[in-house]
């Protein structure tokens, strides 16, 4: 997908310069109307709610932007043209739902079924044969993008993608981790366990070749990639031996691909890709988002794993940011990623000391021009001046994001560069998930721990090896099979003001026949070009074989017309498929 997240680096505004010289004449405004005002503390507030919201409308086929989409299905934007989003990405994917698993785990326990049909989604989307490969050999895997069926998507693209499989590795490790405390260890090795094991597999057998970065552009060997490689094989070898399991890559291929990451480190800072011919300086937002994912709680500054307050991902983050500063006349002088900013905090208070050195003395001069190096400890004034300097400069970007955030809270693509106004892609589901992410560091909100202080000592010579993947097709289970299932019902039909479509049928949610106790459908999505009418019958009993068929109302609001043809048929889903989309086009 060739953009940056508005929130995870909290602006777009500093994408990589090809996507972004976008001509004004040529965006388009997601949403309008007066900017966000009142503190950035009210904006918060009041935004959360609206992005975690964007982020559940956004899960086919219960969310309201996501109707068509199969069930667990995370597609990446309901905008189906100019650009096209309308698919379901294996990155975007994981990391939405490592933040729906991570508030989950914090007490939001109405997520959970959202999380299990995200897993039994992948668990199909593992299977699918696609451009890239199958599961033979593991090279589906990398496949970056499918539809939001969860069928191949087999247009020309940037493929195959390596993160993907490391971060839904990751998104599911955390989430049994939570299972194993509560009981749930059949769930996780006879479920769960299995997609964990292959995409683990995939990383150790696949590290070591080169592939296509996150923005979908270059094709080399990716910074972002490689950092979250590296968490997911030590993630991944700790949950095995918790239950009983083994992971051979884990144990031989962590650390030489720690090793490996070692080597976009320029003295400077990140060179983000690299193994590419691609002329660019390597200063890329990929590098702040690989210490965003990162990010261990209990980790000291370690330059080895890049940790947020570690003196390397601090200097890279100001070399980032100065690269764009005159670009950019939306942001100039504004910090770039809030986020990482928020995590160092939180490292540096817990370590009760800030400690600069010559690596990072530029990234804090920035701050405070006349600090040296040295350790300060929490009590001195330094440590009070530069780490409240530290989140202001953070709030400060904050508030930019604030000053363009449309009143309906809607967070697109991107922004421009130019006057703030979102362009591209509206409603985008990392934007809303990385703003949740990036306001909770801000409040100390943070994950579990990943292991990261356990596996910071990269070998003294590295090794370009790689570890032969062992794949299994995955079970399609879960705990609890379900009584009733929710089927939404789309249809496309071109009607006029003041007529309303329905659906009836011989189940009792859908009005046993009867036209006044049919299920309304609404027109939200509706457009002269894609008639959509669509809706959701909330309990429909499982195994249950119905019949159906739409029908409107006039103007009139009594007249009442039915599609034509014979009625139709569908048996709704049995086991643990909570979700069912019936999608139809009205019979003449």
Not at 44 to 52: D, K, Q, R
Not at 109 to 116: D, G
Not at 135 to 162: I, M, N, S, V, Y
Not at 548 to 562: A, R
């Amino acid at each position: 997908m060739l953009y940056i997240s508005l929130f995870v680096v909290l602006v777009a505004v500093i994408s990589y310069r090809n996507q972004l010289s976008l001509a004004a004449s040529s965006s388009r405004w997601a949403h309008s109307g007066k900017r966000a005002e009142g503190s950035l503390d009210s904006f918060i507030a009041s935004e959360v709610p609206i992005a975690l919201r964007g982020v559940l409308d956004n899960i086919g086929p219960l969310g309201t932007k996501a109707t068509e989409a199969e069930t667990g299905a995370v597609i990446a934007s309901p905008s189906k043209a100019d650009p096209d989003y309308f698919y379901t990405w294996t990155r975007d994917s994981a990391l939405t739902l490592k933040l729906l698993v991570d508030t989950f785990i914090a007490g939001d326990a109405s997520l959970q079924p959202v999380i299990e049909d995200y897993i039994s989604a992948q668990a199909i989307v593992q299977t699918v044969a696609n451009p890239s490969g199958d599961l033979t050999d593991g090279t589906g895997l990398g496949e970056p993008k499918f539809e939001a069926d969860l069928t191949a998507f087999t247009g020309p693209w940037g493929r195959p993608q390596r993160d993907g499989p490391a971060l839904r590795a990751t998104t599911l490790i955390t989430y049994s981790r939570w299972l194993l405390a509560n009981g749930g260890q059949s769930n996780v090795t006879s479920t769960i366990w299995p997609i964990i094991s292959n995409d683990l597999s995939y990383v150790g057998q696949y590290w070591n070749r080169t592939g296509f970065d996150l923005w979908e552009e270059v094709d080399g060997s990716s910074f972002f990639t490689t950092a979250v490689q590296h968490r997911a094989l030590v993630e991944g070898q700790a949950l095995a031996e918790q239950i009983g399991k083994s992971c051979p890559a884990c144990e031989s291929q962590a650390p030489e691909v720690l090793c490996f990451q070692q080597s976009f480190w320029n003295g400077r800072f990140i060179v983000s890709n690299i193994n590419n011919r691609n002329g660019r300086n390597g200063r890329d937002v990929n590098s702040i988002l690989a210490s965003i994912h990162s990010f261990d709680p209990d980790a000291a500054c370690d330059d080895a794993t890049f940790q947020p307050c570690s003196s390397r991902a601090l200097a890279n983050h100001k070399e980032v940011t100065d690269s764009f500063r005159s670009e950019y006349a939306v942001n100039s002088g504004i910090p770039q990623a809030a986020e990482q900013l928020y995590s160092a905090l939180y490292q540096i208070n817990r370590l009760g000391r800030l400690d600069v050195d010559a690596t990072s003395l530029p990234f804090f001069q920035g701050l405070d021009p006349t600090i040296s190096a040295g350790s300060y400890p929490s009590s001195s004034d330094i440590y009070t001046a530069v780490t409240s300097a530290v989140k202001a400069y953070a709030d400060g970007y904050l508030s930019v994001v604030q000053q363009y955030t449309p009143p309906d809270g809607g967070l697109s693509e991107q922004y421009s560069r130019n006057d703030g106004s979102p362009l591209s892609a509206v409603d985008l589901t990392w934007s809303y998930a990385a703003f949740i992410t990036a306001t909770n560091r801000r409040s100390s909100i943070v994950p579990p721990p990943w292991g990261a202080s356990a596996a910071n000592v990269p070998p003294v010579s590295c090794v370009g090896t790689s570890a032969p993947g062992t794949y299994v097709t995955p079970p399609i289970a879960c705990a609890v099979n379900v009584s009733e299932v929710a089927v939404t019902f789309n249809v496309r039909e071109p009607t006029i003001y003041g007529e309303t479509v329905y659906v009836s049928g011989s189940a009792a949610a859908l009005g046993g026949w009867d036209t006044a106790k049919g299920l309304e459908l609404n027109a939200n999505r509706y457009t002269s070009g894609d008639p959509l009418w669509s809706g959701t019958a909330r309990s429909l009993p499982a195994g249950e074989q119905i019949e159906y068929k739409y029908y409107k109302t006039g103007t009139d609001g009594v007249t009442v017309t039915w599609d034509g043809g014979a009625n139709r048929m569908f048996t709704v889903p049995e086991g643990c498929q909570r979700n069912a989309v019936r999608s139809d086009v009205w019979q003449s």
